[in-house]
């Protein structure tokens, strides 16, 4: 039999291994560190930005993925989309694997936050990484453009299928879908002056996903006349990554009678715990689209206007609709984890039959302590586009002098830049310029795979 004091050491002890996991049960905000990188890049200072992102990667190995999907997107601006495509391939094949659940890590998340496991992206980034890994390939050779075309569209009706866990409805069925893969899938058909059908049917396909793509009906009614261009032609097409993309900040959260439905569905798949009558706001992530000063990108050939890019892919609006689409599901996951830390601590105090008043309010304490540490998951693709846009120009065959620039309402609001490019009979040359601001990231890429 224990003596009280001896039963107080042990307590003593054991408040103290509690005391410790408040260590790890932390992490500051994923968005802090990486900032300056970021802001780098969008200066256009890519040699600042590059030396920022690699030291981070160092000292933030659970942040390493979207680390390399940031490298990625400043090699492609940079010129080096052979390696943009290495790091897209990489993050890929990792991010589907972690989609395989991994059991230790979920309970480590429960007791401390999200920020403790693997990232395995959002909804939205693993459709866009085919997307760029599409775009990447085009510009170095094209060999594999229209495997990761097909990529995309497999990948978003996979994830569609997949739902929620806890969710009676599947919230993903009103997803929108991304056309871009469709859209450069129908390009590359139509270039091999054999397959206008396939052409049509992903040319259909834009047409239903994004039905304010204007340009896309020319498309299909030159693929059903079965002419890619006219004779002594080639067609130029110029793609560009426009605007600051999304990003995530850590809010509270109120847990609404669907998130509590969810997270009464979680806990009862976790173990024998029960909801309490109240519970406090909760942090979660939250999905921010920053308001942006260019909105498209005016183009002019040989010193004539030609007109302003359109949006084949609106990136915000995705990432902004999915975060909305699922957010009971996210809330839920942080009630679920508000609980089981307040049963571990009650549990505790049980197991180990605390019966000073002291030691109880320590117990407690702790327990507060414990959910104040925890922070939302705001680990994210930094440095993707607000839009990927395009537009298809046809020339006659020789040298022509592109100029791009930045522009606000179908009106140029900044310089622009130029770029020589050929142009071949029968056959399409690709063009990529990012313009995240009024000022152009990185260089002009042109590509006749």
């Not at 003596?3 to 500051?28: D, E, F, M, P, V």
């Not at 969008?42 to 030291?55: I, Q, W």
């Not at 890590?105 to 429960?110: D, H, K, P």
């Not at 594999?144 to 990529?151: F, G, I, K």
Request: proline residues 4%.
């Amino acid at each position: 039999m224990f003596s009280r004091k001896a039963r107080r050491a042990s307590n003593r002890r054991r408040l103290s291994l509690l005391l410790a996991c408040l260590a790890i049960a932390g992490c500051a905000s994923h968005s802090v560190p990486l900032r300056d990188a970021r802001q780098a890049y969008y200066a256009g200072d890519l040699r600042r930005a590059d030396e920022l992102l690699v030291k981070a990667s160092s000292k933030r190995s659970r942040d390493a993925d979207v680390l390399k999907l940031d490298q990625a997107m400043l090699h492609l601006a940079a010129g080096r989309p052979d390696e943009a495509e290495r790091l897209l391939r990489e993050v890929r094949d990792r991010f589907d694997h972690l989609e395989q659940k991994d059991v230790r890590e979920a309970t480590l998340s429960l007791l401390t936050d999200d920020t403790r496991r693997a990232y395995a992206g959002e909804d939205y980034e693993k459709v866009m990484i085919r997307s760029m890994l599409a775009l990447s390939n085009l510009m170095r050779d094209g060999s594999d453009a229209e495997a990761y075309c097909l990529q995309v569209d497999q990948k978003q009706a996979e994830i569609i299928e997949t739902g929620v866990p806890g969710e009676e409805e599947n919230p993903k069925l009103g997803y929108k879908r991304v056309a871009f893969g469709s859209y450069l899938h129908g390009v590359l058909r139509e270039a091999s002056h054999l397959h206008y059908d396939d052409a049509a049917r992903s040319f259909g396909q834009v047409a239903a996903w994004e039905p304010n793509f204007i340009g896309v009906q020319s498309d299909l009614q030159r693929v059903s006349a079965g002419v890619h261009s006219a004779p002594d032609h080639g067609v130029v097409y110029v793609f560009a990554l426009v605007g600051r993309g999304p990003y995530k900040e850590e809010t509270a959260a109120e847990a609404t009678s669907n998130a509590l439905l969810v997270a009464d569905r979680i806990l009862s798949a976790v173990g024998d715990h029960t909801l309490p009558p109240t519970i406090a706001p909760v942090k979660i992530p939250r999905v921010v689209a920053p308001v942006n000063e260019v909105d498209g990108v005016y183009v002019a050939v040989d010193e004539r206007p030609f007109g302003v890019t359109q949006t084949v892919t609106n990136v915000n609006d995705l990432a902004v609709d999915q975060c909305q689409a699922t957010m009971n599901h996210t809330i839920a996951r942080a009630v679920v984890r508000r609980v089981v830390k307040k049963a571990t601590v009650y549990t505790a105090k049980d197991q180990m039959k605390v019966d000073n008043g002291l030691l109880n309010f320590a117990f407690d304490a702790a327990g507060v302590v414990w959910e104040a540490t925890e922070s939302a998951d705001t680990r994210c693709w930094g440095l993707l586009p607000a839009q990927i846009q395009v537009t298809r120009i046809e020339l006659p065959v020789g040298t022509h002098q592109l100029s791009l620039g930045p522009a606000r309402g179908g009106q140029p609001i900044g310089p622009a830049n130029s770029a020589a490019v050929q142009v071949e009979n029968g056959r399409n040359t690709y063009v990529l310029v990012s313009y995240p601001t009024r000022e152009m990231v990185g260089e002009i890429l042109t590509a006749t795979p």
